[in-house]
Structure formats: structure tokens, C-alpha cells
């Protein structure tokens, strides 16, 4: 299984199972705060550790709103 919430730095396959978490977003689409914590959820219990990572390394943006939109 594909360690999805990693500590930082992140490896190798971290960065692989963050990536197969930020194909559940979709381009062009703007999500609300309480979407991306129950997407992250269904990944992990612990949805705050994906979600940061998925910022950290760039693969999702946060705005000053609370909203969230795939890099």
C-alpha cells in the first residue's frame, strides 16, 4: 500500500500516493475547504496530513478563502 500520509521530507513514494490523492481533484475546479477534507478522507482518517502535503508540494493551491483548486 502506497503511504499516503508521510512525514517531511517527503520519499519517493510518498510524493507517488500524494500524487494518486491529487488525481481525485479535478482541473479547473474550485473546491470549498469541507470538499478537499472529505476527498483527503476517503484516502486517509487523518485528512489534514494529505491536504498539507498536497499544498506543500504544489499540487493543490490554497486561496485566502478557504478554497482549493488542483495544480
Request: proline share 8%; hydrophobic share 35%; aromatic share 8%.
Amino acid at each position: 500500500m502506497t503511504p499516503i500520509g508521510c512525514l517531511h521530507p517527503p520519499s519517493a513514494a510518498c510524493r507517488s500516493g500524494h500524487s494518486v490523492v491529487a488525481d481525485s481533484f479535478e482541473k479547473d475546479v474550485t473546491y470549498p475547504e469541507p470538499k478537499v477534507n472529505a476527498i483527503c478522507g476517503g484516502w486517509l482518517d487523518d485528512w489534514v496530513s494529505p491536504r498539507r502535503a498536497l499544498i506543500d508540494e504544489g499540487l493543490l493551491r490554497r486561496d485566502a478563502a478557504a478554497q482549493y483548486e488542483r495544480v
